[in-house]
């Protein structure tokens, strides 16, 4: 039994070196393991791993190791050095970890059969995590066990073939149909956040490149916007980390036109910001580290997707408020506002875009999209323009 250099005992196998290190060894089919960690949780993990890799059964695979312990190996030597920062290494990994790692984690990884992740997706979709959260988890799993196949750890890769309920029905995107862009815009007209929506609608950006926009980036002279970076905005251990990273892929840099009322809205938010930055003085709140943001609150903090998102809420709740009282003094049924989120802002950019007949590959080059496909699924035909079209046919078979 080892002990640490206080005497106290570490387990078989574990001791403390004087310089403060923790060993491990053993002897494991003949091969030997030595491995040293300054943190002992750690070295206890990759030398459960390490013995397991050896513990191979006549097949050659390995016969004890779990798949939390698998998982954690994969993702601390191969996937997290790929990741570009602390907020997308800390968000990968909760994504599994809050979901197949917390019904399956406990489990040998050798005994994680197909129909195992099969009843894990559907109780994760029971439990009423989305299909595009548990399609990305799904994804992490499947790339982690294809490591281990080639690792000899598992023989197959228990992930192929798993269906996520409703998969194979269209997920419909929110998009805005022309009626319900006035009555959220009138909704806003009045409010802090005005412009901003306006330019949501009027460039597509995603959220992060909208938070991590510079005026820098703003060229009036050419009337474009240039894409160079994201905000990236993740709570963590209960606290908010906000990093200015690069865009989502290579394609993601780009020029998007100024179309109709873009110069306007900037000029006008710019006329607004520095008002109100004038007006704090020292009590503004920007954070020099990103630069000259285009975005802010009131008090100068970045305008990121959560603060957009709650503010969404708050008009549709209010939107819906009016409606209800509208429609009680009208005797009828009221007519209710969807739900509304940020990214359905740039859905109803990429279908405006085709309803005014731009060219798809000139909507994928101000979308950012690596591929047409990607491009080509964002459009949305709206019911009057699908009825106008089905009109044009007449009777088919003539």
Known sequence: MGKDLKGRDLGKGFSQRKDGRYEARAVICGEKIDIYDKDLKTLKRTFEVKKAMLQQNSSGMCSTITLNEWYREWFDRCKAPQLKNDVSRKTYDRRIRNTYCRLLGDKRIANVLQINIQEATSQLVEEGYTYRTVKEALGILKECCEIAIVNRIIPVNPCIGIKIKDANISQERRVLTPKEQKIFLDEVQNKYYFEAYKILLLTGMRIGEFSGLQWRDVDFENKVVHINRSMQTAYIDGKKIEELTTPKTSNSYRSIPFFGETEKCFRDWKEKQDMYKKKLGDRWRANP??????????????????????????????????????????????????????????????????????????????????????????????????????????????
């Open 289 to 398: 580290e990103f630069g000259d943001l285009v975005f802010t609150s009131t008090v100068g903090s970045p305008v990121t997707r959560y603060v957009i998102a709650h503010d969404m809420r708050k008009v549709v709740d209010n939107i819906n408020m009016k409606e209800i009282t509208k429609a009680y003094r009208e005797h009828r049924e009221p007519v209710f506002f969807e739900h509304l989120y940020p990214h359905a802002f740039r859905h109803t950019f990429a279908t405006r875009c085709f309803d005014k007949g731009l060219d798809p590959l000139f909507v994928q080059s101000i979308m950012g999209h690596a591929n047409y496909a990607t491009t080509m699924s964002y459009t949305h035909m709206l019911e009057e323009h699908r009825n106008q079209e089905i009109a044009k046919v007449g009777n088919f078979l003539e």
